[in-house]
């Protein structure tokens, strides 16, 4: 690995351009996870103001939706 003892101006530059697509690009992650969570719990509370009188596909689909909102419990040391 190459060590440099000053910088240089395309240095800083490709820093910084690293550095500012890196903000972006999690901005950009943390909206989609948000986006995401929030379409996830719209679906639940419409899911749980359905009646139907079958009740089989439900049940799965609460399943489903359990194991992926719950946190995993944590492992015993």
């Given at each position: 690995?190459?060590?440099?003892?000053?910088?240089?101006?395309?240095?800083r530059?490709?820093?910084?351009?690293?550095?500012?697509?890196?903000?972006?690009?999690?901005?950009?992650?943390?909206?989609?996870?948000?986006?995401?969570?929030?379409?996830?719990?719209?679906?639940?509370?419409?899911?749980?103001?359905?009646?139907?009188?079958?009740a089989?596909?439900?049940?799965e689909?609460?399943?489903?939706?359990?194991?992926?909102?719950?946190?995993?419990?944590?492992?015993?040391?």
């Amino acid at each position: 690995m190459e060590v440099q003892a000053h910088t240089t101006t395309e240095t800083r530059q490709a820093l910084r351009s690293y550095l500012r697509n890196r903000r972006l690009m999690t901005s950009i992650h943390q909206t989609i996870t948000s986006q995401t969570l929030n379409d996830l719990e719209e679906a639940q509370r419409l899911l749980q103001g359905i009646h139907h009188p079958s009740a089989a596909w439900t049940e799965e689909i609460e399943a489903f939706l359990t194991k992926r909102i719950t946190t995993p419990a944590q492992n015993p040391p």
